[in-house]
């Protein structure tokens, strides 16, 4: 975690990371649950009637971060490849408003209806990535995530 100077009583979470080549797919993640896990499991939240995810986030070393809406251990078969969306950032510390309507999977996953997701949320995921990796390393602040209605 850390302390802003100009606000003392706010808490950014905060990850440095280091991705490396010879690597075609390569992420560094942080993963945010909604809830504790009870006896060992994900405990999943319906979200599906928000409209937003609002979240302040700031890297250095990328130029974008993928937020991924995760449902594990509710029933909904996927190894990966969950409902996402790419961040482009600008400098700086900055508030991203993604609509929920707006995700989308990668082409390569198994598909699944993203609302069906949102009924069974258990964590949503923000990575640094590389696809086709050339060496990169920074950091990641994160704070404020919000769903709106």
């Known amino acids: ?10 808490h950014l979470a905060n990850f440095e990371y280091n991705l490396v080549g010879p690597n075609d797919w390569a992420n560094v993640t942080l993963e945010v649950q909604g809830r ?3 006896e060992g499991k994900p ?3 319906d979200v599906s009637g928000y409209k937003q995810l609002s979240l302040q986030l700031g890297a250095t070393g990328v130029d974008s971060l993928r937020v991924e809406f995760i449902s594990h251990g ?3 078969n996927l190894n990966a490849g969950f409902p996402q969306l790419p961040i482009r950032l600008k400098a700086g ?3 991203y408003v993604i609509p929920l309507k707006g995700l989308g999977q990668p082409s390569w996953a198994d598909k699944v209806d993203s609302k ?3 009924k069974k949320l258990t964590a949503i995921s923000i990575s640094a990535y590389c ?3 050339t060496p990169q390393n920074g950091t990641v ?3 404020n995530v919000v769903f709106k209605k």
Do not use: F, H, Y
């Not at 975690?1 to 706010?10: I, S």
């Open 131 to 133: 696809n086709q990796c």
């Open 1 to 10: 975690l850390v302390v802003l100077k100009t606000a003392p009583g706010n």
């Open 141 to 143: 602040a994160i704070d």
């Open 74 to 76: 509710q029933g909904i």
């Open 36 to 38: 504790p896990m009870k």
């Open 93 to 95: 510390l900055n508030t």
């Open 43 to 45: 405990v999943a939240d």
């Open 116 to 118: 069906e997701v949102l």
